[in-house]
């Protein structure tokens, strides 16, 4: 718990942004009002905006000028990827993840959520791109421990359970409870703290939802083809169950998997290219 409260805090600018998620009548200047106090992340969020990722013909000199171009939610989408990019890039050697892996396999969850939303024709979920990316956040403060408990995990997952039941058992508690209790800090919405906790036991909720569904299906279509693997390996399977109440196919999960590395790689160039730290 000493681990979780002293955790890096969001730019407060970011976490009021992201409060604006929800509000499908946001406005240009009450993002460019929030944004205006904090010139790093401004200016981090401009060299995004002007990166090779989004391939725009003229170049963003203004925050209001980015909402245009790519729109709001794209645009906090951009404050959140630089605002967790240098926490998230860190090595976590609990669970076997070099530098910069655990931050792959967080984007590859992220991209990969947002195309099943596009597949799927979802709406309601403008939230997704943000549960996706942060929900391994908990592993870079339970990597300690898990480095010092890891022969005890080891032998529970031997015996036939998850690694993150293993975790629940040794430590008496495991990385996405301890993700959500690191957001609900940043002050995030429920919804957001729900899909985090529960993206690998979607079948567990009380009342099943599609943010956490596909938060989940994302996460094991990542690990599938070897982004962010780590001590993990392939622990974690696919629920039949979310897979029926989405209404996914095969060929649509087999698409989506075959379009990951890509959507990876342009991503992470676009953040280092913009030299976001």
């Given amino acids: 718990m000493a681990k979780v409260e002293s955790f890096p805090g969001m730019p407060q ?33 401009l060299k995004l905006a002007n990166s090779a990722y989004f391939g725009l013909s003229s170049k963003i000199g203004s925050v209001k000028q980015a909402v245009i171009l790519l729109g709001s939610r794209k645009l906090i989408q951009l404050v959140l990827a630089s605002c967790v990019h240098g926490v998230m890039e ?35 979920v403008d939230i997704i791109f943000t549960a996706a990316l942060l929900h391994d956040v908990g592993k870079l403060a339970l990597g300690e421990f898990i480095k010092d408990e890891m022969e005890k995990i080891q032998e529970a997952v031997a015996d036939g359970l998850s690694f993150e039941m293993a975790e629940q ?84 999960l087999e698409m989506i998997a075959s379009q990951t590395l890509q959507w990876v790689s342009e991503l992470s160039d676009a953040l280092q290219e913009a030299g976001v730290k």
């Fill in 13 to 45: 600018a970011a976490g009021k942004l992201l409060s604006l998620l929800n509000n499908p009548k946001v406005s240009v200047n009450e993002i460019e009002e929030l944004l205006r106090y904090d010139p790093g992340l401004t200016a981090n969020v």
């Fill in 90 to 124: 860190k090595p976590v050697p609990g669970y076997d993840l070099p530098p910069g892996e655990l931050w792959r396999h967080s984007v590859a969850v992220a991209v990969t959520a947002e195309a099943l939303v596009r597949e799927l024709k979802i709406s309601g």
């Fill in 169 to 252: 058992n040794v430590l008496g508690t495991h990385h996405a409870e301890v993700g959500e209790l690191i957001l609900k800090n940043w002050f995030l919405p429920s919804e957001i703290l729900n899909a985090v906790k529960s993206h690998h036991t979607p079948d567990a909720v009380e009342a099943p939802h599609n943010l956490t569904d596909i938060v989940h299906v994302a996460d094991v279509l990542s690990l599938m083809i070897g982004i962010g693997m780590g001590s993990e390996g392939l622990q974690y399977q696919l629920s039949d169950a979310a897979i029926d109440r989405l209404g996914l196919e095969s060929f649509q």
